[in-house]
């Protein structure tokens, strides 16, 4: 079966711009988690949703938001992009958020602002 | 707090050769998941191996297997005959309870694995 999906899987954007990120879970799986990757901070987790809800949040600025649609499928959206928003975003996806439910990947969309 | 700890931030191994990446974890709950994913340069992260609090064997998955000590609260992962297409960053990582969520993976720095000719 497919994977999970991640689109774009590049974007270039300008400071003070807004993005769209875009999680397609592997069919079934309901709990979708966004992730952040930087080379400094190395991965942070952003937000979890299940069955359309947000069930936990990192710390992270209001500027980072998110979403999950009934399908399952879920978006995030970085308003008033700054320099350090540059990163890996990996999205995964879970049947359930259970203690022993492995989380399975996207290839991750790298978001570069300049 | 680190909750996840790999002391390793690079190591080469010889093709064929056993590897062995520390990891140790911190946590106060008797209920915890421990997991290892591999990230190759693509970006994409790739679930190896899974060990519960509660399991008493240590897992293994093919090639792959987990030393877990309670006690020492540490969750090693031991790759063995490497291959080249082993070289990789690899992560440990947990899962805790959170009122209404198990879906938050904590993860550990990683290491950066090197398997040489």
């Known amino acids: 079966k497919a994977g999970v999906t991640q689109t774009p899987r590049y974007l270039i954007k300008t400071r003070g711009q807004q993005v769209t990120l875009s999680c397609s879970p592997i069919?079934?799986?309901?709990?979708v988690s966004w992730y952040q990757q930087t080379p400094g901070q190395g991965l942070q987790f952003l937000f979890e949703?299940?069955?359309?809800?947000?069930?936990n949040k990192g710390n992270f600025p209001g500027r980072f938001s998110g979403r999950q649609f009934s399908n399952s499928r879920s978006e995030m959206n970085v308003s008033t992009l700054e320099l350090g928003d540059s990163a890996l975003y990996l999205c995964a996806s879970s049947f359930r958020p259970n203690m022993n439910t492995e989380a399975f990947f996207g290839q991750g969309t790298r978001l570069t602002v300049v | 707090a680190q909750k996840i700890t790999q002391t390793q931030p690079g190591m080469f191994v010889q093709e064929k050769e056993a590897v062995t990446l520390d990891c140790t974890y911190d946590?106060?709950?008797?209920?915890?998941?421990l997991f290892w994913y591999k990230q190759p340069s693509s970006g994409e992260m790739i679930f190896l191996i899974y060990?519960?609090?509660?399991?008493?064997q240590n897992a293994t998955e093919g090639r792959y297997s987990l030393n877990f000590q309670k006690a020492r609260k540490s969750a090693n992962l031991v790759i063995s005959a490497s291959q080249l297409g082993d070289s990789a960053m690899y992560f440990c990582a947990m899962r805790e309870p959170v009122t209404d969520s198990w879906g938050k993976l904590q993860f550990g720095a990683g290491t950066q694995v090197v398997v040489t000719p």
């Open positions: 946590t106060s709950d008797q209920s915890y998941g």
């Open positions: 949703y299940f069955s359309e809800t947000q069930r």
């Open positions: 060990q519960g609090s509660y399991d008493e």
């Open positions: 069919s079934g799986h309901r709990s």
